[in-house]
């Protein structure tokens, strides 16, 4: 049975609403979604101990924190087995400048987005360490110019 069929309204208006904000009050939260504080917190709880909720987080200002080039790289690997893959990963976890790392299907097997302070700097970190990581056998990267803000929740699509 699919879990999203387990949801009510008031789950979806919970994980709605702290898709938009998590670190608003449980009293604050309670009030939005039409119950006393005390059961929206177990619901809150469940839906944690349930993995509907993974984790909360701040989502930082790249350009603030001086990192002005974000880029897209695209890995092809040498050869596509589980050994290989499993030493690429464990390599690229090492490298701070990797945001995300994504398994693809396709020409390409990883997409990668990657954050630097200058073009020099990206430069000088695929040269000297996105080149040195297993099993690398080609590179594609895309410098992103703008974001678009989408404030889109996954909330929106149950």
Known sequence: MDDRNQL???????LQTLQSNARISNTELAEKVSLSPTPCLRR????EESGYIKSYGAEL???????????????????????N????????????QVIECLVL?????????VVEKSLSGYEHFVKNKLANVSHIDRLDTTIVLNQI??????????
């Not at 009510?8 to 919970?14: A, L, Q």
């Open 8 to 14: 009510d309204r008031i789950d979806k208006d919970i």
């Open 44 to 47: 809150v709880k469940r839906l």
């Open 61 to 83: 200002d790249q350009e603030k924190l001086g990192l002005a080039i974000s880029a897209i790289v695209l890995v092809q690997l040498d050869a596509n087995t589980a050994k």
């Open 85 to 96: 893959g499993k030493e690429f990963e464990r390599d690229i976890q090492m490298l701070p």
């Open 105 to 113: 299907t396709g020409k390409y097997d990883y997409l990668l987005r």
């Open 149 to 158: 803000p989408m404030d889109k929740r996954l909330s929106e699509l149950f």
